[in-house]
């Protein structure tokens, strides 16, 4: 009887630390969410300023989305379970996303030498891109 | 005479057993949700690509500057972080629906999937408004020397350069992709949603009718959770995407 008893003690105790956890994650997502509209402006202020520094602004950028990553990482462990499963059904889940690190590099280089190929050689380009493009002077002012 | 044991490396692979440890139906959530991460991926990815193409691109702190009731007020940002906030706290309510099953407390799911069921139509609500409020805005456009009035569409962006133009500022056509993207993007997006709720829906009226109880697990609860979270996931980029950066 007194086994039974503790049996759903200790369920209990599970329950409630679960339940912890999981308004824990909320306030922490919150938070980091807060911290992102919090960068979100100040870049705001930035571009609103006479003379926006582009690197400032890239760094303000990188740690948004440095943030992102950490929102996505609770999400999927916590919520998502994905953290309690066993190692080998994670592994066939996260390395084929590891393929994004590749993507992602490759086609911003690759959008970026478009605007560097339209901005150094206008005239080459074919008529209907020439009336799109702006001057090249503009380069690097605004990202 | 020597008898040789032998142990089987592992246990998982031998059969008779889930190596994962989960059953059929949640794997292959796990791996559909993988497949929907790619889909999502290669949007976001095309979206930045052309975004980099571009000498030029919308503010978005000047794009998403409105609020429901607050007419012309400069809010840069304030919409969409109560978007995101909603998104989190269904997805809160998702995990704590499927801890209720996990104890086969049905009243329990009923409560916190009936919460979930709400975030979602009050996010797709937000997201009508946002909608309604940029492809009928109102904007002076320059084109060709004379003033047009245009709202943001899939064809028409008036977020481009501004310029004075008989002493006041105004804008000039801005990159046609502008809206194409964020329609599409955040529009595939928010058919998840709905989808979603749709399946919290049935999800729900399974509940009502003691399905889950009669099988005696809340499985299906888990799975729909899953999707869920992943909609809430895929909402965590977007807003990094078209809003933040």
Redesign the interface.
């Known amino acids: 009887m007194s086994q039974v008893a503790s049996i759903t003690l200790d369920h209990h105790h599970a329950?409630v630390a679960?339940?912890k956890k999981?308004?824990k994650?909320?306030w922490l997502?919150?938070v980091i969410?807060a911290i992102?509209?919090g960068?979100?402006?100040t870049?705001?202020t930035i571009?609103k300023g006479a003379h926006p520094n582009p690197t400032l602004v890239l760094m303000f950028?990188g740690m948004?989305?440095v943030l992102?990553m950490a929102?996505?990482f609770y999400?999927?462990s916590?919520?998502?379970h994905?953290g309690d499963?066993?190692r080998?059904?994670i592994m066939?889940?996260v390395v084929?996303?590891l393929l994004?690190i590749w993507?992602?590099g490759a086609?911003?280089y690759?959008?970026?030498s478009?605007?560097n190929n339209?901005?150094t050689n206008v005239h080459t380009r074919p008529a209907i891109e020439q009336q799109q493009?702006?001057p090249a002077e503009?380069?690097g002012?605004?990202? | 005479m020597e008898t040789v044991a032998v142990q089987p490396k592992t246990k998982l692979w031998t059969g008779g057993r889930s190596p994962f440890n989960v059953s059929y139906g949640k794997l292959m959530m796990w791996y559909f949700l993988m497949s929907d991460a790619f889909t999502f991926g290669a949007f976001l990815i095309s979206y930045g690509t052309i975004r980099f193409s571009q000498n030029f691109w919308a503010d978005p702190n000047h794009v998403f500057n409105a609020f429901p009731f607050a007419g012309h007020t400069n809010l840069p940002l304030a919409f969409v972080s109560i978007m995101t906030f909603i998104l989190i706290l269904s997805s809160v309510t998702m995990v704590l629906a499927v801890h209720a099953g996990h104890n086969m407390d049905r009243k329990g799911v009923e409560k916190y999937m009936v919460f979930t069921i709400l975030g979602g139509l009050a996010f797709l609500s937000c997201q009508a408004w946002e909608w309604t409020h940029l492809i009928t805005g109102d904007h002076q456009v320059l084109v060709n020397g004379a003033i047009q009035h245009w709202g943001t569409t899939t064809t028409h962006n008036p977020w481009g350069h501004e310029v004075m133009f008989n002493g006041t500022e105004v804008a000039t056509p801005g990159p046609i992709a502008f809206g194409g993207y964020f329609f599409g993007i955040t529009g595939f997006h928010g058919f998840h949603v709905f989808s979603g709720v749709v399946i919290n829906s049935v999800m729900l009226i399974k509940t009502r009718l003691r399905h889950f109880e009669e099988r005696g697990h809340y499985e299906m609860i888990e799975k729909a959770g899953l999707y869920w979270h992943f909609v809430d996931l895929v909402w965590v980029f977007v807003f990094l995407c078209f809003y933040l950066i």
């Open positions: 329950d679960q339940v999981i308004w994650t909320f997502l919150s969410t992102e509209l960068i979100g402006l870049i705001y571009h950028k948004v989305s992102t929102k996505a999400i999927v916590v919520f998502m994905l499963e066993i080998n059904l066939t889940i084929p996303l994004f993507f992602i086609f911003l690759e959008g970026n478009w605007k339209r901005n493009t702006i503009e380069k002012k605004k990202d």
